[in-house]
């Protein structure tokens, strides 16, 4: 939520949650600060007083802030380590426009919505992802994670404020896992404390599970009712689940197994699949841009309904990400494909764009420069093995572009409900500890997160430590396609759509009369394919429609 407090010649803007209010506190009221209540926002803003720009560098949350001193005529903004809360800005006659909405920006007298060459390739080239510190609006900006920014009469300055550092790992096995355990487990700790309900999501996975286990425990060391645990089915899932080597079970045994083991109060929100095609709109408008088609809506419909009971829920988010969870950290044609390995389909997506869009737009051209861009900030240890190194720029990868996606995701379908979800797992420190742990560790017995799993055997039922890595779930239920092929058609059919200005139509008749196996590769991750490309195109379309931007190419 939004939050707004002044305090001399200084006031704050401020959305997140700071996890380490108690020493901030401690230290203002030894130099002499005093304090009207308990709130996040009072003690950030006296930090700043106290620190200067320098505050970034002692805060432990999720954060996006901006600071005006009238008396210096000066403006200072910040984001979080890993950019889980949003901070978008534009220059506009010499001033700054910012919010923590792209939309909210389009309020101020100039600010035009325009779509260019790069916006193209943002969409269709690296979408549902994007390119840090861009949006898909020409001249409209992200703050970057990790960075902060001055605003005065000189301009604006940007600078980055912390990144992963490589280092020599130097630690033993055992203390190896002893920090990881500390670390993780006191991000849990900080992130449980909440003056409204919370909750823990549980998919009866491995990442979800450690994070319930924890907080449970939490629970039940400070006498406190029973941990309530949230999780997301579809109707007749059971019936339609078709396992693959990406999804090579379903949950409901699982989470099952994980609640006679903790005692949990539990709660299952079914969706049911006419609603997860009705709030691709809803989802769209969340983001300010086409996004994760199902994956979103369907997350954003699960927030609603948790919001009835709760406000905050902690998540197993981004342990895949910080530990090497996903196939394409051991996939050779993975590793070795030159691009962005969660997007390899790249013929078949300038395929999308019709004749005269692509003369002007070169997909690949854009899609090689980010990611070479991307790689040449890797920082590689001359004591780094082939395979340490070959991990590092693979990691790289995965927790700039990747995980930003999963976390503008988690963030924006939670906060369209006035929900808010945090992610234990995104804890700097515990990010920064495990990016020098060799590869050989991390993946201990040749196993995905596999000093994860070490960590946890002694903690949660062998099945649960054991269970292959599934992802989010997603509906099997071919109605789904149905609906969405049927959305896609009628879009083809309408002459005023304005996504027909763009599209090859040719293609994606060919791609609706084959139920989305023309496009033959997963359209993005490991499970965005025929029907979630569908799905995006629609949200295209919507984007196109309620945005109406000025195309320039």
């Not at 320098?54 to 996006?64: E, M, P, R, S, T």
Request: hydrophobic letters at 35%; one cysteine or more; aromatic letters at 12%.
């Amino acid at each position: 939520m939004i939050e707004k407090y002044s305090y001399g010649e200084y006031v704050i803007v401020y959305n997140g949650q700071i996890y380490n209010t108690k020493e901030l506190k401690a230290i203002l009221i030894d130099n002499n600060f005093t304090f009207n209540g308990h709130c996040d926002t009072e003690i950030l803003l006296k930090s700043y007083i106290y620190y200067g720009n320098d505050v970034v560098n002692h805060l432990n949350g999720i954060f996006a802030f901006a600071i005006w001193n009238s008396r210096k005529k000066e403006l200072f903004m910040a984001r979080d380590h890993f950019g889980v809360k949003p901070l978008f800005y534009t220059m506009k006659n010499n001033s700054i426009v910012f919010g923590s909405e792209i939309k909210t920006l389009f309020e101020y007298p100039g600010v035009e919505k325009v779509l260019d060459n790069q916006g193209i390739c943002e969409l269709f080239g690296i979408g549902p992802a994007h390119t840090p510190g861009t949006t898909v609006f020409k001249d409209i900006y992200e703050l970057k994670p990790a960075h902060c920014a001055t605003f005065n009469s000189y301009g604006l300055h940007i600078e980055r404020y912390w990144k992963l550092k490589s280092e020599k790992h130097t630690d033993s096995f055992g203390t190896t896992c002893q920090k990881v355990k500390f670390l993780l487990n006191d991000a849990i700790t900080r992130q449980l404390v909440s003056d409204v309900p919370l909750c823990t999501f549980l998919s009866g996975g491995l990442d979800s599970s450690i994070i319930t286990k924890f907080a449970s425990d939490y629970c039940k060391d400070n006498n406190l009712p029973p941990l309530n645990t949230y999780s997301i089915d579809y109707v007749d899932n059971d019936k339609n689940f078709v396992k693959s080597d990406f999804q090579p079970n379903s949950d409901n045994y699982y989470i099952n197994l994980m609640n006679k083991n903790l005692h949990t109060n539990h709660h299952s929100i079914v969706i049911d699949t006419p609603e997860l095609a009705e709030y691709l709109e809803d989802a769209m408008i969340a983001r300010d841009m086409p996004g994760m088609a199902d994956i979103d809506s369907s997350l954003l419909l699960f927030c609603k309904n948790v919001k009835k009971e709760m406000t905050v829920a902690l998540t197993g988010e981004c342990a895949d990400e910080i530990f090497g969870g996903y196939p394409w950290f051991f996939r050779e044609d993975a590793l070795n494909s030159g691009t962005f390995p969660w997007s390899i389909a790249i013929d078949e997506r300038q395929k999308l764009l019709n004749p005269s869009i692509g003369k002007k737009v070169n997909l690949k051209s854009y899609i090689d420069y980010r990611y070479n861009e991307s790689l040449s900030e890797v920082e590689i240890l001359d004591s780094d093995s082939l395979e340490t190194a070959e991990k590092r720029k693979i990691s790289h990868l995965t927790l700039n572009w990747f995980m930003q996606t999963l976390l503008d995701r988690s963030d924006r379908m939670a906060m369209y409900n006035g929900f808010e979800l945090r992610v234990p797992f995104c804890d700097y420190r515990l990010a920064q500890y495990v990016w020098n742990i060799p590869w050989e560790i991390k993946a201990l017995n040749g196993r995905e997160k596999g000093l994860l799993r070490y960590i946890c055997k002694d903690l949660l039922p062998d099945e649960i430590v054991d269970r292959k890595k599934s992802p989010y779930p997603k509906t099997h239920n071919p109605t789904y396609l149905a609906t969405v092929k049927s959305m896609l058609s009628d879009i083809m059919k309408d002459k005023n759509a304005p996504i027909n200005t763009i599209l090859n139509r040719d293609y994606i008749l060919e791609i609706l009369n084959s139920d989305g196996s023309a496009f033959s590769r997963p359209w993005f991750g490991q499970l965005m394919t025929g029907p979630q490309l569908m799905a995006y195109l629609c949200q295209v379309n919507m984007w196109l429609e309620k945005y109406q931007p000025k195309i320039e190419l």
